[in-house]
């Protein structure tokens, strides 16, 4: 079975400054998606990134961009000139690429917290 | 905009009643999710359902049960509501066969209390 392991509880970084959240994840197959999700304080949970496995490249998505290192299983998010609302939890989830439904595996999640 | 809503940001219920949480998605997803979610321990998923009157246990589906008769309303139901039930739970949906992207919505989850 699939596991996603977020290592890092709670983390916390200065305005305008750069942090890096971890996630490494276990699994078998060579297919598949990862993705980080955002969920702010009271409010609903979104998608940040996405990742397929058959790319090399790392994805980016304006502030936001991953180091994924398939042979190390590990799947981290960096975010760069953080702000205020970046402050959430974060969690990184993984989606097998076979099977008919879409179903997500979550980490534990990090708390980012951002200091003004 | 894709538009997840959930009955009830928060509710209290007492042990052994029965429970509706009411989950409805207006972008004709065929995937529905119910998770709930812990301090320490993440999203977890109770039960998914792939199709009207078609459902999945997911990984913790002991003490709960799903009804999906139309296509965007997926309740999460406690027959016999438990103190170790109380939790945030959170419904989500997405569209299959998907575009690559394969993302959840998420409705703004409800907080339940079982006293």
Redesign the interface.
Known sequence: AQT?T?SQ?EMSVQEAETVTLSCTYDTSESDY?L?W?KQPPS?????VI?Q?AYKQQNATENRFSVNFQKAAKSFSLKISDSQLGDAAMY?CAY?SATG?????I????TLLAVQP | DVKVTQSSRYLVKRTGEKVFLECVQDMDHENMFWYRQDPGLGLRLIYFSYDVKMKEKGDIPEGYSVSREKKERFSLILESASTNQTSMYLCASSIYPGPISYEQYFGPGTRLTVT
């Not at chain 1, 008919?100 to 997500?104: R, V």
């Not at chain 1, 979550?106 to 999640?109: E, L, P, S």
Request: glycine residues 8%; charged residues 20%; proline residues 4%.
């Open positions: 996603v977020q509880p998606y993705f999700y409010r609903q949970m979104i998608l996405r397929e969690f989606r008919a439904t879409n179903k997500l979550f980490g534990t999640g």
